[in-house]
């Protein structure tokens, strides 16, 4: 079973800062990661795929990158609209296991 | 556009059973995985289970004992989540989720419904 970990589990910004989420997974996941937004009271938004493939209408001031078990989300200019906890997920491996990590809060 | 609408949820008691629906649009449903996550008051995101374009190959998370039973039904564009002996840690919003493929490749779950709230007490 992977485990994933998500620090810092709290993170107080402001607007127009840089921020980088990190995500790390027990063992490796080949790029297989994805990271999602979720705002308050809303469903989770696929950000990224693939640790650094943006999804269809993401803003390029989000970008993943890493690999093997460490890997990062950055936001290189917090918009207000940013607000939300944001979520890792691996998929790697077959049959299909799909872990998340328990999310990174910012405030 | 792509839309998931679930429903069923509701209040129900510790040791019942459950049918949770989701009516997809905007996509060939066919064609797609589906799958379900679900989401504790206050939580992380929980993978539930997930099932192939076909509905042949269906997958589980191991923490679920047997208890869930995902299916879909292509000429109805719809999705389904059978959960068995609720307890009251299923207490949960249900998301249906659609995956991403990428060149054929899975590449997250790139499409949310906005949840049904199962809520599980006596």
């Known amino acids: 079973e992977i485990l994933m970990t998500q620090s810092p589990a709290t993170l107080s910004v402001s607007p127009g800062e840089r921020v980088t989420l990190s995500c790390r997974a027990s063992?490796?996941?080949?790029?297989?990661l994805a990271w999602y937004q979720q705002k308050p009271g809303q469903a989770p938004r696929l950000l990224i795929y693939?640790?650094?493939s943006r999804a269809t209408g993401i803003p390029a001031r989000f970008s993943g990158r890493g690999s093997g078990t460490d890997y990062t989300l950055t936001i290189s200019s917090l918009q207000s609209d940013d607000i939300g906890v944001y979520y890792c997920q691996q998929y790697n491996g077959w049959p299909p296991v799909f872990a998340f990590g328990p999310g990174t809060k910012v405030n | 556009q792509v839309q998931s609408v679930e429903s069923g949820g509701g209040l129900v008691r510790p040791g019942k059973s459950l049918i949770l629906s989701c009516a997809a649009s905007g996509f060939i449903f066919g064609d797609h995985y589906m799958g379900w996550m679900r989401q504790s008051p206050g939580k992380g995101l929980e993978w539930v289970s997930y099932i192939s374009g076909s509905g042949k190959d269906m997958f589980y998370a191991d923490s679920l004992e047997g208890r869930f039973a995902i299916f879909r039904n292509n000429a109805k564009n719809s999705l389904f989540l059978q959960i068995e002996s609720l307890r009251v840690e299923d207490t949960a919003v249900y998301y249906c989720?659609?995956?991403?493929?990428?060149?054929?490749?899975?590449?997250?779950?790139?499409?949310w419904g906005q949840g049904t709230l199962v809520t599980v007490s006596s």
């Open positions: 989720v659609r995956a991403h493929a990428v060149n054929g490749y899975y590449a997250g779950f790139g499409d």
């Open positions: 063992q490796n996941v080949n790029s297989e």
């Open positions: 693939g640790a650094s």
